[in-house]
Each structure stands twice: as structure tokens, then as C-alpha cells.
């Protein structure tokens, strides 16, 4: 757990890291979400985001971000925890949380080469593609297609019968 802990950093010292990745010429990639329990349409999305460039950041909603989003009784698990099983990633290079309703702050504080969204969106519905375009900052659909949900799988164990 002490690898997983030391990839999950600060804003400031992140932006300090990403400056030498990008001065050895790194591409830097961006994905983000709340990852309240981890399944394998993250992983995907996750993998998938890595092979759009050297060096993957992963925005993790912080909790108080999580329930507008989200709904009630949401998150399940605490921002750290989700943190953390997204650093255990071998695919992850660093994890950042963020408390913002979006993550356009961070693309303009992080600068990344791409933005990373999973295939519940399409480039045309991707919330921050203003600031991306404006930025330089390429999108990118990445994943399996959209068939695995942490709703769904939630929904499923309040329905599943108790003993």
C-alpha cells in the first residue's frame, strides 16, 4: 500500500512532477471520476486513457464532490480509499484529488497533452471540451463501451434478498 500511497499528491507538488515529465518530452494523459468501488469499466477506461500517452494523472472526486453528482448515500467509500485503489493501478502514475463539480480547473492548472473520458461520452458531449479546445488539449474516448455501472451494481445489492 505504501506504493499506491506515495502515487496520490498534492496539486502543487503534482504540477512540479508534471513540469519534468514534460520536459523530457512525456505526453501527459488526464482522466478523472469518482470511482466509488472499482470495476472493470474503470480499469478499461483507465488502461485505455495510458495508451494515449506516457504519464497518466487520475482526478479522483473528493467526497463532498461526489454526492450532487452522484446521489444520496453516495460516495461508499472515502475519498482516500478511492484514491488509493486507483494508485494500486499499475496503469496510474499519479492520483490527484479534486473538490471541484468539474475538472476544468485542473486541465488549465495541469496543462495535460490529453483528456481522457470514458465512452459514455462522445466528443461533442465531453463537459470541459471548451476549455480543452482553448487549451490545446486533445480528447480522448477511451474504454469499453459504457455497460458497467457502480449505480447499477449498488442497485442491484439493495435489491438482492437478505438472510
Known amino acids: 500500500m505504501r506504493e499506491a500511497a506515495s502515487k496520490v499528491v498534492a496539486r502543487d507538488v503534482l504540477q512540479r512532477k508534471l513540469a519534468e515529465h514534460k520536459r523530457r518530452g512525456e505526453r501527459i494523459v488526464f482522466?478523472?471520476?469518482?470511482?466509488?468501488?472499482l470495476h472493470v469499466g474503470h480499469v478499461r477506461y483507465l488502461e485505455g486513457a495510458r495508451r494515449e500517452g506516457d504519464v497518466l494523472v487520475v482526478g479522483v472526486n473528493a467526497d463532498g464532490?461526489?454526492?450532487?453528482?452522484k446521489g444520496p448515500g453516495?460516495?461508499?467509500l472515502g475519498e482516500v480509499a478511492r484514491a488509493l485503489l486507483v494508485a494500486a493501478l499499475r496503469c496510474?502514475?499519479?492520483v490527484v484529488l479534486f473538490s471541484e463539480s468539474n475538472?476544468?480547473?485542473?486541465?488549465?492548472?495541469?496543462?495535460?497533452?490529453v483528456h481522457a473520458k470514458g465512452t459514455d461520452y462522445t466528443a461533442e458531449t465531453v463537459p470541459e471540451r471548451a476549455i480543452a479546445a482553448r487549451l490545446g488539449i486533445r480528447v480522448a474516448i477511451v474504454g469499453d463501451p459504457k455497460?458497467?455501472?457502480t449505480r447499477a451494481f449498488f442497485d442491484f445489492?439493495?435489491?438482492?434478498p437478505h438472510e
Do not use: I, K, W
Request: glycine share 6%.
Open 92 to 94: 496510474v502514475d499519479y
Open 147 to 149: 455497460d458497467h455501472s
Open 157 to 160: 445489492l439493495r435489491q438482492a
Open 31 to 37: 482522466a478523472n471520476g469518482c470511482f466509488d468501488t
Open 65 to 69: 464532490s461526489v454526492g450532487p453528482l
Open 74 to 76: 453516495r460516495p461508499v
Open 103 to 113: 475538472v476544468e480547473a485542473l486541465l488549465e492548472e495541469l496543462r495535460p497533452d
